[in-house]
């Protein structure tokens, strides 16, 4: 099996697990975990983390938060949380809530705050430098919270520090809670933007593994420039009916929703 089928394999299982939770908990933001899990799969495999969470390990900081679902997942799987633990996602007296918290182990730092991921990747990525300690920062954001100012001070603040060693994601759905990215407040030009800010720009299709993989891993072109991966996402990827459907950023799925998407799942293998 070549690692890009593997990957296919995981992110499957992984969206049934978190359609699994969930329904089961009838909470929202199943879109938005299943628009970046293709994402985190690449992710989660390539850093430099393990159950030790030794001091020099890589960052990653889930600044859209409110994917916990697939983030908690991601973290049974490498050993790091108790795989039992999962069942309790957002059941009354949890811990495991529906925004990224790092009262949970594997979680750096607090998600669902817009535009905070970033400057806590900066200052990361700004630590392991005057430390000179091995390791990157990776920080997966959504296009909607580039609308916030703290993603462009820390922008600048990266960039001035000439911090190689972060990267961002930007997951390109092309939506937020309320509608359209573009129709509510719009950031393109969005390559041209960043490479004004002093960043390498890498555009991918963010559901192509092998583009994933190779944006994630290769270093910058030129040394002190930050690195910012945009990519073209679908919100919902994975079921048809929720594909595109914004719908599904609060809806929770129905028992009926539940068992079609489930077997739209299996059946994609």
């Known amino acids: 099996m070549d690692n890009f089928t593997n990957y296919k394999e995981i992110a ?22 299943f628009s970046c899990i293709d994402i985190l799969t690449v992710l989660y495999d390539i850093a430099n983390i ?4 030794e001091e020099d390990r890589d960052r990653i900081v889930v600044s859209k938060g409110w994917v916990a679902a697939a983030m908690y997942t991601f973290l049974a799987r490498k050993g790091i949380i108790p795989e039992e633990d999962l069942e309790t996602y957002c059941k009354n007296g949890s811990k495991y809530v529906g925004l990224a918290e790092p009262n949970i182990r594997g979680i750096e730092a607090a998600g669902g705050s817009m535009g905070f991921g970033l400057p806590f990747g900066v200052g990361f990525a ?18 909607g919270e580039i609308d916030c100012g703290t993603t462009w001070e820390s922008a600048l603040i990266a960039a001035h520090n000439k911090l190689d060693n972060l990267f961002v994601i930007v997951d390109m759905n092309g939506l937020q809670a309320m509608g359209r990215v573009k129709e509510i407040l719009n950031i393109e030009p969005l390559k041209d933007k960043w490479k004004a800010f002093g960043w390498e720009v890498r555009e991918i299709d963010g ?21 910012i991966i945009i990519a073209k996402t679908i919100k919902g990827k ?8 914004n719908l599904y950023h609060y809806k929770a799925p129905s028992e ?7 077997k739209e799942l299996e059946s994609n293998g």
Do not use: W
């Open 12 to 33: 499957r299982e992984v969206r049934k697990t978190v359609l699994r939770l969930i329904y089961q908990s009838q909470v929202s933001h199943i879109g938005s975990n």
């Open 207 to 227: 559901h192509n593994f092998g583009e994933i993989e190779k944006a994630l891993t290769s270093p910058p072109l030129q040394k002190g420039k930050p690195i």
């Open 50 to 53: 393990d159950r030790d969470l």
């Open 238 to 245: 994975g079921v048809s009916f929720m594909e595109g459907n």
């Open 126 to 143: 700004l630590a392991k430098k005057i430390k000179k300690e091995r390791g990157k920062a990776f920080i997966l954001i959504s296009d």
């Open 256 to 262: 009926e929703e539940y068992r079609k998407a489930l």
